[in-house]
């Protein structure tokens, strides 16, 4: 019987010494690349490492400055506020002066919030003002105190305003979606009914007394200026009674039956 002729293998068997020679002459040869790259490029390399511990070093140095920096101006505005809270404003408002100049911006903007509250209890309204107007004007100061800002100022100054300028400066902010809406509003309204507006400023108090979300006391307010100006600004009688001390049940009955139409109205 003929034997069936079998195709040799396309690759030779390596022997085991071949093997292990190969592998110390391509150990070697990454030896010597290693070798000839740090020669080419170890100061280099050496260089950059140095320059990034230097860099992660002078962050850490920085960031440790910064925050003790933050920390001394949030001591100077807590001192400043026991100031405040003892009626030394004077002593309140220099405690925070040298923020104005080299305090971060929060720190500035709360400095001359605090400088001008501490202005007009005081008496010195021109002063706050000027001091709200920088706040309002300050494009790194945060949104929420340049309005705030604006809203003092309206206030402080109301008197001396026209209805006009009070319902173009606040108008923006005396929405029920701003979150000012109770203060920039009440002042809104009463500018509109200066200039004879009844209609929008019963509108708007009602809207005020009618939003959960404002004080107690300024929704008595609204409520009472919406009555007066004929707009219904009560939406559960009977809760508001309750909530003013009247009783609807017993001898209380007939009171409750007085009282809610004069409420309504």
Do not use: C
Request: hydrophobic share 45%.
């Amino acid at each position: 019987m003929a034997r069936t002729p079998t195709t040799p293998s396309s690759t030779p068997a390596v022997p085991a010494e071949d093997d292990i020679l190969i592998r110390e002459i391509d150990e070697a040869v990454r030896q010597d690349d290693a070798l000839e790259f740090m020669r080419n490029h170890g100061t280099k390399l050496l260089g950059g490492i140095i320059a990034l511990i230097a860099a992660l070093g002078g962050y850490m140095l920085w960031d440790n400055y910064r925050e003790g920096g933050l920390e001394e101006q949030s001591e100077t505005l807590i001192a400043a506020l026991d100031a405040a809270n003892q009626r030394d404003f004077k002593g309140a408002s220099d405690k925070v002066a040298p923020l104005l100049d080299d305090g971060s911006a929060g720190a500035r903007t709360a400095a001359r919030m605090l400088q001008a509250a501490a202005a007009l209890e005081q008496g010195e309204v021109d002063k706050a003002s000027g001091l709200y107007q920088q706040v309002a004007g300050d494009a790194d100061a945060p949104p929420a105190l340049r309005d705030l800002a604006t809203i003092r100022d309206v206030a402080a100054r109301y008197e001396r305003m026209k209805p006009a300028d009070v319902i173009a400066r606040l108008g923006p902010l005396a929405k029920p979606d701003s979150p000012w809406f109770g203060s920039a509003g009440e002042l809104v309204a009463m500018a509109h009914l200066e200039s004879g507006n009844t209609a929008e400023a019963g509108k708007l108090f009602a809207q005020i007394a009618k939003d959960e979300e404002q004080p107690e006391t300024l929704r008595s307010r609204a409520r009472q200026m919406a009555g007066l100006l004929g707009v219904d600004a009560i939406v559960d009688v009977k809760k508001l009674l309750e909530d003013e001390g009247v009783s609807s049940t017993g001898t209380g009955g007939a009171a409750a039956t007085a009282a809610a139409p004069a409420a309504a109205e």
